[in-house]
């Protein structure tokens, strides 16, 4: 149930769009709760989320060729 903050930094000089499974999430700051938001090149993104939705969850980019080939990782609490 504790409220986390997760950066993600995009390196490249390509786009991603970040998406977080079993969680919507709120870019720091406010705004609309998303499960997918573009990274623009050499940008952070850094939202906040609930935790209360306890277990193993994929985040990845979602150009699959991307996440193919490791932009991908799992993100796992229990209660």
Known sequence: G???QLRIRNDTEMW???HLHGHTYQHTGGGPRKDTSIILPGQTLTVDFDAD???LWVAHCHNIYHAEVGMTTVLG???
């Open 77 to 79: 609490y229990r209660s």
């Open 53 to 55: 939705n306890p277990g």
């Open 16 to 18: 991603h769009p970040f």
């Open 2 to 4: 504790e409220r986390v």
